[in-house]
């Protein structure tokens, strides 16, 4: 059985958008079940564990000049940023489907990569994982069958390339990186150990069009722990110079002035 989500909130949840201009109601127009030829209306693939899902979209349009017909009116899609970021945060959160550049994804496979990355596994290895699961849905969905080459013909089964997954956790990352942040400003350090580590950079940069020789972008990470082994702070750094990282310990300085601390030097 195929996986369909379909998705309007206007009709769904009777709820009122608004054009951004000029501010009139939307109203819907028809859903992107377009199949026949090459069309943005067509229903949209996303990325799924234990197979993928197929999103059909309504199409909303403004009626502001529909009625003379000298205009179309402006038209969107039930799952674009337009009408995603109108609707209330409950709304968003019964939306099941997390959209990028080009690819889009469940929320359930984002928390499963977002989740193993930090587990330490690398994308290489979860895009393998999530293949096998979606064959193994394969099968179970197709009575036992194992013909692998059928497996990769089918588009509901198709999964995300390691690089797909590394895009879509770096998007995570960076839609949530101030919190992060905040989250590692107020974890305590009245005990401090610092050092440079070679093997993780070994691991960054980037691969080179012409030949594809892999090029490191930094030699060192810079890595700073409190008493219980906490990261307070990090930075890629091209030396061991003290100079690429003064900075870092002038912010430490000046937030154990802000709290009235200092370390302790006991250790």
């Known amino acids: 059985m195929s996986k369909i989500y379909f998705w309007c909130p206007l009709?769904?949840?009777?709820?009122e958008s608004l054009c951004p201009s000029p501010k009139c109601p939307l109203v819907f127009h028809s859903w992107t079940k377009q199949l026949t030829h090459q069309s943005p209306?067509?229903?949209?693939?996303?990325?799924?564990?234990n197979g993928n899902i197929i999103l059909v979209q309504s199409i909303y349009r403004c009626p502001y000049n529909l009625a003379d017909h000298t205009?179309?009116?402006?038209?969107?899609?039930?799952?674009?940023?337009?009408?995603?970021?109108?609707?209330s945060q409950v709304l968003k959160d019964k939306f099941p489907v997390t959209a990028f550049y080009r690819t889009a994804c469940s929320k359930d496979l984002l928390d499963y990569v977002v989740t193993h990355i930090g587990?330490?596994?690398n994308f290489l290895e979860l895009a393998a994982d999530i293949a096998s699961m979606n064959f193994k849905a394969f099968v179970r969905?197709?009575?036992?069958?194992?013909?692998?080459?059928?497996?990769?013909?089918?588009?509901?089964?198709f999964f995300a390339s390691n690089e797909q997954l590394m895009h879509m956790f770096l998007s995570v990352f960076n839609n949530t990186e101030t919190i992060y942040q905040k989250q590692m400003e107020a974890i305590p350090f009245s005990i401090l150990s610092c050092d440079h580590t070679f093997k993780v950079s070994k691991q960054i940069g980037v691969?080179?069009?012409?030949?594809k020789a892999f090029v490191n972008q930094f030699e060192n990470l810079y890595i700073a722990?409190?008493?219980?082994?906490?990261?307070?702070?990090?930075?890629r750094t091209r030396s061991t110079s003290f100079k690429e990282i003064?900075?870092?310990?002038?912010?430490?300085?000046?937030?154990l002035d802000a709290r009235n601390e200092q370390l302790n030097n006991d250790g």
């Not at 722990?225 to 930075?235: C, F, I, K, P, S």
């Open 71 to 87: 205009s179309s009116g402006h038209e969107f899609y039930s799952a674009s940023t337009d009408i995603l970021e109108n609707i």
């Open 11 to 15: 009709q769904h949840y009777q709820i």
């Open 225 to 235: 722990l409190n008493g219980n082994g906490q990261v307070v702070t990090w930075r």
């Open 246 to 255: 003064e900075d870092i310990l002038k912010d430490f300085k000046a937030c």
């Open 119 to 121: 587990r330490g596994q």
């Open 41 to 49: 209306r067509h229903p949209r693939l996303m990325y799924d564990l």
């Open 207 to 211: 691969v080179k069009r012409l030949d």
């Open 141 to 157: 969905n197709n009575k036992g069958s194992i013909d692998s080459n059928t497996f990769y013909e089918r588009v509901m089964y």
